[in-house]
C-alpha cells in the first residue's frame, strides 16, 4: 500500500478513542501533546493507577461504557484500539461513512490513515512508515535515527524559528531571504551547534545575517544554543 505522508494539526479538533490498553493509553497520551479541543475515550474498564495523571488532563474525557455511534458525532479524528474484531470493523465503517480519518491500531485494512514511528528532536519531526508492512522494522529505524539527529537539531530549530519572523520583518524581497535561509543551513551552524561553538556560531551568524540583526545574535543564541 502506498500513503500519502501528510502531518494533521489537532488544534482544536475533537477527537475519540475506543480502547484504553497500553496500545491506546500511548495513543491518548501523543493525542493530548497536540492540544486538540477534546479527546473522549471509551471503555468498558475503568483507567487504571498508572493512568491517573493523564486523567487530570482538562482536555481528556473518560467515560466508562460501551461504544455507540453517536460517539461519533462532531468528532475529527478517531482512533479504535479494542480487541473487539468486530466492533473494529463497525467503527471503520461508521467513520467512513462520515468522512471522520479513522485508525484501528494494528490493522491497516481497517484504517484511513496510519500512525508512521515518530521520532522528534525539538521542532523536528521524522515519521518512517514501512506502509503498514512491518511496525516493528519501521520502529527499528526510527531508534537507529538517535544515533545521527543529535540534540543540537532541537537548538539549530529552535534558533531558526525565531530568526525567521525578524528577518522577514525587514522588508527584503522573498529571494533574498530564502537565499538566507539557504545559507544559513549550510553556512557550518549546524556543525558549530553540535560542538556547542558558541564564538564559531556568532561568526557565523554574522557573517550571514544582515547587519541590522546583529545585536539580536546574543539573545537569540542565549535561548537555544
Given at each position: 500500500m502506498q500513503y500519502f505522508p501528510v502531518f494533521l494539526d489537532l488544534t482544536d479538533k475533537h477527537c475519540l478513542v475506543v480502547g484504553?490498553?497500553?496500545v491506546g493509553r500511548r495513543k491518548i497520551r501523543a493525542l493530548l501533546e497536540r492540544n486538540p479541543a477534546e479527546v473522549l475515550v471509551i471503555d468498558t474498564r475503568?483507567?487504571?493507577?498508572?493512568?491517573?495523571?493523564?486523567?487530570?488532563?482538562?482536555?481528556?474525557?473518560?467515560?466508562?461504557?460501551?461504544?455507540?455511534?453517536?460517539?461519533?458525532?462532531?468528532?475529527?479524528?478517531?482512533?479504535a484500539?479494542?480487541?473487539?474484531?468486530?466492533?473494529?470493523?463497525?467503527i471503520s465503517n461508521l467513520c467512513k461513512e462520515r468522512g471522520?480519518?479513522?485508525?484501528?491500531?494494528d490493522q491497516p485494512e481497517k484504517c484511513s490513515f496510519i500512525v508512521p514511528a515518530v521520532f522528534r528532536q525539538g521542532?523536528?519531526?521524522?515519521?518512517?512508515?514501512t506502509g503498514g508492512a512491518s511496525p516493528a522494522l519501521a520502529k527499528r529505524i526510527r531508534q537507529g535515527l538517535d544515533e545521527y539527529f543529535g540534540s543540537h537539531y532541537g537548538g539549530f530549530l529552535a534558533l531558526m524559528s525565531r530568526?525567521?519572523?525578524l528577518v522577514l520583518e525587514?522588508?527584503?524581497?522573498?529571494?533574498?531571504?530564502?537565499?538566507?535561509?539557504r545559507d544559513?543551513?549550510?553556512?557550518?551552524?549546524?556543525?558549530?551547534?553540535?560542538?556547542?561553538?558558541?564564538?564559531?556560531?556568532v561568526t557565523i551568524l554574522k557573517d550571514v545575517l544582515p547587519s541590522e540583526l546583529h545585536d539580536a545574535i546574543p539573545e537569540l543564541l542565549n535561548e537555544c544554543l
Open positions: 484504553a490498553g497500553s475503568p483507567p487504571g493507577e498508572e493512568f491517573k495523571k493523564v486523567l487530570r488532563s482538562p482536555l481528556m474525557t473518560y467515560e466508562v461504557r460501551e461504544f455507540c455511534e453517536d460517539d461519533l458525532d462532531g468528532k475529527w479524528l478517531v482512533i484500539s479494542t480487541n473487539n474484531e468486530e466492533l473494529n470493523w463497525e471522520i480519518l479513522c485508525n484501528i491500531v521542532d523536528l519531526t521524522l515519521a518512517v512508515s530568526l525567521r519572523p525587514l522588508g527584503h524581497p522573498t529571494e533574498n531571504n530564502s537565499a538566507l535561509f544559513l543551513v549550510h553556512s557550518g551552524l549546524l556543525e558549530a551547534f553540535e560542538e556547542g561553538d558558541r564564538e564559531k556560531s
